[in-house]
């Protein structure tokens, strides 16, 4: 063996190296070259037959034969490697035009929306919420309010009376959220701050009412609280709420059995070319009721009203919300038609905030 | 509340064009709902002669006319069958639109006639239904003048809404005094007629009321009138009176009904010959008395309703509705007049039981100026003699008067005090002079009484709101409330933000926000555990929405229903709103529910659409739950679900004997009576109800320390072989009992029954982590707890670990 050419051996091997298309046969390669039996091993061991200088020359031929085999077994087996990736990769291609698997979203319902806007504004002026029950007494709906039995106001509201009981008394769905005034002020002591939203009842049912609506009632009690304070509470409320810094904002005297002063509120809007525009304009929407708490209310509620004074309003939720969304229709907010929902819906993660915007 | 422009003018003495006093009526809080100008329509009408009418050469029933249009000859083809030569009529020229044809005129060729315009009916000018005939016009009216102007249409109409309150307001001069006191001009005085009147009434009053009941009618006045003739009123009040929607009958019944809506009183005139006897009682009814009214309708009375009585019983509901048998007619001669004040309750309560719904109610039951049956009779008594001749006699007048004068103790000062508005005390007085209302000042502290018509003006804030009304709301500033913390607490309790991050959390699994309707038909509410007699309607607007809900699964499965009925096959909702289980407020309860229907996605290329299960909804009501802070690896399931879930695929969760939840498959039958075919996919629902689930004790923003172990934990897998009965919770707790504390998770991965398995028996395979904290487990650890896992199992569960 000592005969042995390291540079023929090294060009065989190199060779063999390069013509090598698969990782199996680079791995029999390297056992050829470098196996137990492998041509280079058995060079190596053979080097022990030759002497001296002879020994030494052999000696760093073979190694740098073996260096530059290792080499060239390491370079192509990075070579099959990435070829080998790039068959999978091209295998393994996809229509990426097709869908994605479906996940589901749902909708919050505009009158929740529309709602947690109005509760987004009040926060920031310095109300809580208040709750009242929906079947209320005569009582609280009505007589606290200062429409005693055959107050004419009575008539004007299509109250839904419940079966009367044994001894008579019927109770009524509440036709309005002001019961909730007269709850507050018999459990708190002034000042009050409070919105009140919810669920209201009328027996009327056409195209602009509904048997069940939504109502969000105000009430502020406090010292020097005049109609000043209801009249810039309401304009900042309003400009905030329709997003119109301009927004013309109209106190007409109405009346209103619990208040007095009482006014109704109108704001402007523009309705030329068919649509309807909030802001500056020729016309006027009338969007909610309010006014002084009547004297006789507060003397209901065991608050002298000689001490104590303030405001109080209410607004329809739907009008609100169709006004400002543009949804012309009223019927459809409690039909609960998916088309319908998903078209006026909100996504529930984007919820109106002071630091966000509404 | 109508009148007309003129008609306002006749009490307003003012230089304003009306669409000044259009603006100005609803800051004085009268509210426009709209004004007409008729004359607009009917600009292009003129009064025109026929000169001559011949017959059509080519047609029997139609007429060649000639007509005199003031302005020319012009020749018409007429169908009319009163088109004769000589009649005055109205004629509209070519170009003209015609409202009541919807047609504008053009040259007509008319069976080889050319007719170059038309003369018109009525009806044609939509000012009356009468289409008998081309309207006759009185042989002098003017040739080529405006029919508009002529016939009184150039009047525009304007209709306000009144408030409860204004009963002033339910006559024209009402409306006058409000625009003088705020500066629109000067109420023009009422004229103050002195009747010479001959001899007594031959019919008087008897007042004939319980003394407790005296209240009831305070005051009325009456008088006989004899020797009228009651022939048509004058065209000027027929033209107000049918502007205004009243239609003309007779100069008697005439007059009552303007005066009602000039001065806002009602009048009833009876004609004196059909009075039986010389009495008129005011009384109760007797109890089975009846009456027919003027409305030809017969009513049963009982002894709760005034009403006036002649010797023949009772012919009149006292302030609602006169009665037939002694009403006027168009031949009454003599008439005798009531003009009284009712209690306006009495009146109110009446009206409502006999549903008699009139003019005259609507202002009876406001409150008129109680004072006025003294001093209209005298003014009523003039019209009726200047339209009807005759003679009228002295006044029957009963009853002590209502006892309205009152004063109201006031500062100036007030209006500041309440509104933030500054106005001299002597624009006040002014303002508050001119509405009727007298004051007494005693320096800053005045008495101020209001006049009879204002019974709404009962203190000081109804003063300001006067004033300041009549000054203008503009005049109120705005100013911010005052804030006594710059950044705001929350505006909702913890509680109260329960439905609002709800509302989100639902949402995002992919449930639609519905709201619906908190009442449903009495047979649903009933099968669903609800229906009590202290929740149906008393009058409900239909049996579908007659009795408060008991539940909103129903509600929920009529959502999904409709919108199957729309094409829509899959369904996910949710609403969290009242259900009710009595009528006081501790029986409102919220309640979050969900019902999903068909697949849990569309069927789509990945494969990943499936059918909705009870594990949709049980997963639904776990995460809610679990957004609402409950521990709901803690929570018990029974087996309690009420009926309207399917029997064998629905649970409750519990906390001990409380239930937050229950969820399952909604039972076939149920479905079905919403029209849900399950064929579809099944349909599945849950309700949470919130109000059970208990608010966290402690509120701390501070977490305790976290816990995080730094050794590996180590899994092992069980399969063991049970009874069918025995359930994953029973199973999971015992081993999760035995681990203790190393067992933190205990899962299913494998349910199996069938081939291998022995009948009544299912082989259930779970994964239990043991997480050690102090030290690295050893196999000796690790065998010791398995070996307790397997004990107990058996022990408790009669499960048997399979090898």
Known sequence: MAGADPQALKDTLLAAIGAADTPDALEAIRIEALGKKGQLTQAMKSLGTLEGDARRDMGQALNAVKDAVTHALESRRSELALIELNKRLEQEKVDVSLSHRPEAIGVIHPLSRTLEEILVIFAEMGFVVAEGPDIETDYYNFTALNMPEDHPARQEHDTFYMTPNIEGVRKVLRTHTSPVQIRTMEQMKPPIRIIAPGRTYRSDHDATHSPMFHQCEGLVIGDGITMGHLKGCLIEFCRAFFDVDDLPVRFRPSYFPFTEPSAEVDIGCNRDGGGLTIGTGADWLEILGCGMVNPRVLEYCGIDPNEHQGFAFGMGLERLAMLKYGIPDLRPFYDSDLRWMRHYGFMPFDPPSVHLGL | ?803
């Open chain 2, 1 to 803: 509340m109508k009148f007309t422009w003129s008609w306002l003018k006749d009490h307003l003495d003012t230089d304003a064009e009306m669409a000044v006093i259009l603006d100005a009526l609803p800051m004085l809080g009268l509210e426009v709902e709209s004004v007409t100008d008729r004359a607009e329509a009917l600009k292009p009408f003129h009064i025109a002669r026929i000169i001559k009418a011949e017959p059509h050469p080519n047609a029997d029933s139609l007429r060649v006319c000639q007509v005199d249009t003031g302005n020319g000859m012009v020749e018409v083809v007429c169908g009319a069958p009163n088109a004769a030569a000589g009649l005055v009529g109205v004629f509209a020229p070519v170009g003209a639109y015609v409202p009541g044809i919807d047609l504008t005129l053009t040259e007509a060729e008319i069976r080889g006639v050319t007719s170059r315009g038309m003369m018109c009916s009525e009806r044609e000018m939509m000012i009356s239904d009468e289409h008998d005939g081309i309207i006759s016009l009185p042989e002098d009216a003017p040739i080529g003048a405006s029919f508009a102007a002529y016939a009184g249409f150039d009047d525009p109409i304007i209709e306000i809404a009144i408030t409860p309150n204004r009963a002033d307001c339910l006559g024209v001069r009402g409306i006058a005094r409000d625009l003088a006191a705020a500066g629109y001009g000067i109420l023009i005085p009422l004229a103050d007629h002195q009747i010479k009147a001959k001899g007594k009434s031959d019919i008087s009053w008897k007042l004939d009321l319980p003394a407790d009941q005296q209240h009831l009618c305070p005051l009325v006045t009456g008088r006989v009138f004899r020797g009228l003739t009651n022939g048509a009123s004058p065209k000027w009040m027929q033209q107000r009176l049918s502007a205004v929607g009243q239609r003309p009958i007779s100069a008697l019944v005439d007059i009552t009904n303007y005066v009602m809506l000039d001065l806002g009183r009602p009048l009833h005139a009876y004609d004196a010959d059909r009075i039986k006897g010389d009495t008129l009682t005011i009384r109760l009814a007797k109890a089975g008395e009846e009456m027919t009214a003027l409305n030809e309708k017969t009513y049963a009375l009982n002894d709760t309703m005034l009403v006036i009585a002649d010797d023949d019983g009772a012919d009149d509901l006292a302030g609602i509705m006169g009665g037939e048998r002694t009403g006027v007619t168009n031949t009454t001669s003599n008439m005798f007049l009531e003009i009284a004040i009712f209690d306006p309750v009495a009146v109110a309560m009446t009206g409502r039981r006999l549903n008699i719904h009139s003019d005259a109610r609507y202002r009876f039951e406001r409150g008129l100026d109680v004072t006025s049956p003294d001093w209209a009779m005298d003014y009523v008594s003039q019209m009726v003699l200047d339209i009807c001749g005759g003679e009228a006699s002295e006044i029957d007048r009963h009853g002590v008067g209502a006892d309205w004068e009152r004063q109201i103790s006031y500062r100036p000062d007030q209006v500041e005090e309440l509104t933030s508005v500054v106005i001299t005390p002597d624009k006040q007085q002014n303002i508050l002079t001119t509405l009727g209302f007298k004051i007494s000042s005693d320096g800053d502290q005045w008495q101020v009484m209001p006049p009879p018509w204002r019974g709404d003006i009962v203190g000081s804030a109804d003063l300001v709101e006067e004033v300041v009304r009549v000054s203008g709301y503009h005049l109120i500033p705005e100013l911010s409330l005052p804030r006594d913390r710059v950044v705001s607490h929350p505006a909702v309790s913890d509680a109260q933000k329960r439905p609002i991050v709800l509302r989100r959390f639902m949402a995002g699994r992919g449930l639609n926000e519905a709201v619906s309707f908190t009442f449903c038909d009495a047979a649903t509410a009933e099968k669903y555990g609800g229906g009590a007699e202290a929740l149906r309607l008393a009058n409900p607007i239909s049996t579908d929405l007659s009795v408060m809900r008991p539940s909103l699964i129903p509600i929920l499965l009529n959502v999904a229903a409709r919108n199957q009925a729309r094409g829509e096959g899959d369904v996910a909702v949710f609403e969290i709103g009242p259900v009710f289980t009595g009528d006081t407020p501790e029986d409102q309860h919220t309640v979050l529910a969900g019902v999903r229907c068909g697949m849990i996605s569309p069927r789509e290329w990945t494969g990943s659409a499936r059918p909705v299960d009870w594990l949709d909804a049980k997963a639904d009501a776990i995460a809610a739950l679990s957004a609402l802070g409950v521990r709901v690896d803690a929570l018990q399931v029974r087996l309690d679900a009420p009926g309207w879930y399917h029997p064998g695929q629905s649970g409750t969760l519990n906390q001990g004997k409380v239930t937050l939840a229950r969820f399952g498959t909604i039972h076939p039958a149920f479905a079905a009576a919403h029209d849900l075919d399950d064929h579809k996919g099944a349909v599945a629902g849950f309700e949470v109800m919130l109000d059970a689930v208990s608010m966290p004790r402690k509120k701390t923003a501070q977490r305790p320390m976290a816990q995080l172990s730094s050794f590996q934990p180590v899994g092992r897998d069980f399969a063991f072989l049970l009874d069918d009965a025995v359930t994953a919770e029973n199973l999971i707790r015992a081993m999760k009992g035995a681990g203790k504390p190393l067992v933190t998770e205990v899962t299913v991965f494998d349910v199996y029954a069938g081939k291998g398995i022995p009948e009544g028996k299912k082989s259930v395979a779970l994964s239990v982590t043991l997480q050690p904290t102090k030290a690295t487990l050893t196999e000796a650890e690790i065998e010791a707890t398995s070996a307790a896992i397997i004990a107990a199992v058996e022990k408790h569960c009669g499960g048997v670990l399979r090898s």
